[in-house]
Structures are given as structure tokens and as C-alpha cells.
């Protein structure tokens, strides 16, 4: 692991663990232990604790008084929580960037589109996945707000994480992604309020059912 002179240690070490839970190399329910992953990282116990308070605020890790600290469990309340509150914030940001979005808005939206579809053609799922949280992110701009902002960026990483689930069913999975995203980008052109709602709501609750149908 090389670490980022702009990104202080302890963020490193968050974001390092943070992918090893997204792309399910460390399991839901299993326990971090501190002293081998900071032997593993090279850095210190007090790096590894810090960054597991990161994601515990996160909501990837969960501490336990006198046992440890574990990967959340992906359960069924756990899912359907993350998709409710999700859809709930993006829609506020979402009808906020249908009446305010500006042309660079669509231009770097459609460049993601294109971006994601030449990976869904080469079969690069972490790729196709990187660029749909960017894509989903771009309302975020104009969503003037900072408990909301705060709320989802917290929520991202569980939503990367159950996303990385869904997709892995293969390509009726991703292509139904990129069908959902051009739809809501021609919906946001045409600023239609009502259309983006409907979509997000058939996006939410099919990729919701999607993790659900791998966990259980």
C-alpha cells in the first residue's frame, strides 16, 4: 500500500479498509483485529483505531465494549434501511439539480455514461462501479445543505459496498444499470420532476431486492 501525502495517514488506512469491506474481502461479521492489520498497513495500533472510528461513523465497522470491533452485517433490516434513507436524500438533491443543472452538468454526466458503458463492453465491474457513484454523486452540487450532504457521503461506502453485491450477478445487472442512468439523464434534460422520482424509486427498490436476493 502506498500512502498519499494529501490525505492524512488515518484516512489512508480508512479508505484501505473501506474497500476491503466494499469488495467483500473482509466479511460481514468478521472481527478487525488492530496489531495484524497495522503490521500488514506498516503503520501504527493508532492509525488502525482511528480509522476504524471512521468507519464506524460510516456504519462499514461496529465496536463492541470488551470483544472488538466487526464488519456490519449486510442483513435485511440493515439494506433496506441504507436504500429507504438513500432514496429519500437523493431525491431532494436530485429535483435540486433538474431545476439549477447548468450544461457542464449534463456534458461531465454523459461522459460517465460513455465512461461506464465502454466498461460494462471490457467487463470491468470495479470501474463501471467507481464511476456509478460518481455519476449518482453529481446531484450533490446543488444540494445546499449540509446535514444532507454530511448524511450521504456517510452513507456512500454502504451503498459501494451493496452495489459491489448487486453487480456481481453479471451483465443482465450492469446493463440494467446503464438503461436506469441514461433514463434519468435524458429525464433530467428535459427537466421532468415527477419522470426522476419514478426512477429513482424503480432503481432503489430493484437494486435493493437485488442485494437482498445474494444475502439471503
Not at 495484524?36 to 506498516?42: F, G, H, I, Q, T
Not at 434534460?189 to 419514478?198: A, G, H, Q
Not at 424509486?201 to 442485494?211: F, I, L, N, P
Request: with cysteine.
Amino acid at each position: 500500500m502506498q500512502f498519499k501525502p494529501k490525505e492524512t495517514l488515518t484516512e489512508q488506512v480508512a479508505t484501505h479498509i473501506e474497500n476491503l469491506i466494499a469488495f467483500n474481502q473482509l466479511k460481514g461479521g468478521q472481527r478487525i483485529y488492530e496489531g495484524p492489520m497495522a503490521k500488514e498497513l506498516s503503520v501504527s495500533h493508532g492509525s488502525v483505531r482511528e480509522a476504524l472510528l471512521l468507519l464506524e461513523k460510516k456504519h462499514l465497522v461496529r465496536s463492541i465494549p470488551r470483544k472488538g470491533t466487526f464488519v456490519t452485517e449486510l442483513d435485511e433490516h440493515f439494506v433496506k434501511s441504507l436504500y429507504e434513507a438513500i432514496l429519500m436524500y437523493l431525491t431532494n438533491t436530485s429535483l435540486k439539480l433538474v431545476r439549477q443543472w447548468k450544461q457542464e452538468d449534463i456534458d461531465q454526466m454523459e461522459s460517465l455514461y460513455t465512461q461506464m458503458s465502454e466498461c460494462f463492453q471490457k467487463g470491468q465491474l470495479i470501474a463501471f462501479l467507481d464511476l456509478g457513484i460518481e455519476y449518482t454523486q453529481a446531484s450533490l452540487a446543488y444540494a445546499d445543505n449540509y446535514f444532507i450532504v454530511s448524511a450521504i457521503q456517510d452513507l456512500w461506502p454502504s451503498a459501494k459496498r451493496c452495489a459491489f453485491v448487486a453487480l456481481q450477478q453479471g451483465t443482465p445487472v450492469l446493463k440494467e444499470n446503464l438503461e436506469h442512468m441514461r433514463h434519468s439523464l435524458d429525464t433530467i434534460k428535459e427537466r421532468d420532476e415527477n419522470e426522476l422520482v419514478k426512477i429513482l424509486k424503480d432503481y432503489a427498490d430493484q437494486q435493493c431486492r437485488q442485494v437482498l436476493q445474494c444475502i439471503t
